[in-house]
């Protein structure tokens, strides 16, 4: 992952949704509160398993459930304001995925909050880890950086 | 207010706003928690209030407060989807407005929901009650139905 | 439902449930935002369906889902502070119940906020109206009012 | 920070909360959503900073606002259920503090999610970064594991 000082830009991501803002996101200080950046990852994240990887959330046997996540927050959002989320993946392992985010305020070069999102892909019936279905994989393969 | 069997149509709504679901809206039971449809209507409310009206939630020293709302769920909703929230003004007192909300699925041409919320504005250090600022009444009257 | 000058008092309700306040709760203007309000609803009335009721959120082959909900805020809340969420049944129908919610200030005499929600029973494969299960409705029977 | 295969035990952390899950934590894989965890952190977090510290949220002129954070899920959360929050202090430097929380099933020994999350203090008005609070400060001493 970037350093704390490094820039993160638009390009470093091939995939993005705008996300508007919500009243309720605001915090009491004025800002979009810490946790729903949270919300911001898991929604790009999962739209992009639906619409690209034919994600069944409904019924699917095979699901993917968070492992592990982190954000930094470099610049505050708040309501009303849409964010653009930038998504990518850092690596594609046979059971799970890392998946990177940069969340950008509309016309911003670099990244207000950026992140990381591990999904591990379990039989929804058992929990236990299996390989990431076929569909799916060929959906984020595209997200991986070139080279 | 409307009865229950009463079908609520795009034309009783001036105004309208498109606000995407997100994953973390579904409940348990693969639909948009009812509680969900509550920040939708805060959401389109609050942000006609600051682009019309010009609130600033920031600073203001008058606010809007809500001292009752209410839903009816006739549809659900489920992520990912648009919902599109319409807002009417049901009545518009001299210290308190009730706004009328229907939220829509693309497309459809009968809400999946609709309800109602009052604003009661005060002053933001006392919390009194005090006159609608003229600012925020002059967008609020475009909302009204015709007569 | 009781006016809008009546006092709602805790003799009202013959079920309790203490819901902590969490810092988002809050929103810009310093108080709970209202939308939580519905959060404390649904929480107090499912915890008693799954602890009184034997309701399987997990498995259940007859869910409740919420047909409309209702608040009236008379004193706000802020994190941190307890909730106490009073419940009791306004309503048991046949495939519905009406549920009455007060919300307390530990301590105080008269509900902060009080409103209703109405669960309709429906088979979740199909989403169409059923009875209510007969241990769910054993356990609703206590809470309504005597007389 | 632990490794991942790290156990992480309730005597490594000075100050619980406890933390009731509510029905909308759960999400459509019926177990408390990722995001959800995060608002556990930060309400152990802030009501410390509150009750101990004597944060006014409402007023002071110097708050804490989330750089970093991050979380490790072992084992997920449900409502209805308790979640038991850790707090301990990992690095308490001049103007940012960094907390470790574990996320405990009632009576488990080892936490359910671990994670960490990074406060800076700033000047309310113009957000610029300075000292910890005398008073914070000595509220979170205490929290630094002994040795």
């Known amino acids: 992952m970037s350093t704390d000082t490094e820039k993160i830009g638009r390009a470093d991501y091939p995939h993005f949704l705008t996300i508007p803002t919500r009243w309720m996101d605001n915090d009491i200080y004025g800002h979009v509160n810490n946790v729903v950046y949270y919300s911001y990852f898991d929604t790009v994240i999962n739209a992009y398993l639906i619409h690209a ?17 982190a954000c930094r927050y470099r610049a505050p959002f708040a309501f009303p304001q849409n964010v653009e989320a930038g998504l990518r993946v850092g690596h594609l392992g046979r059971r799970a995925v890392r998946y990177e985010i940069g969340l950008f305020a509309p016309g911003a070069p670099e990244a207000a909050a950026d992140g990381h999102f591990v999904h591990v892909f379990v039989e929804r019936a058992s929990m236990k ?3 990431i279905p076929e569909e799916i994989r060929a959906a984020l393969e595209p997200l991986k950086p070139a080279g």
Request: charged share 10%.
């Open 129 to 131: 880890a299996v390989p």
């Open 53 to 69: 990887g034919g994600l069944d959330i409904h019924a699917a046997a095979i699901i993917g459930v968070c492992a592990e996540s």
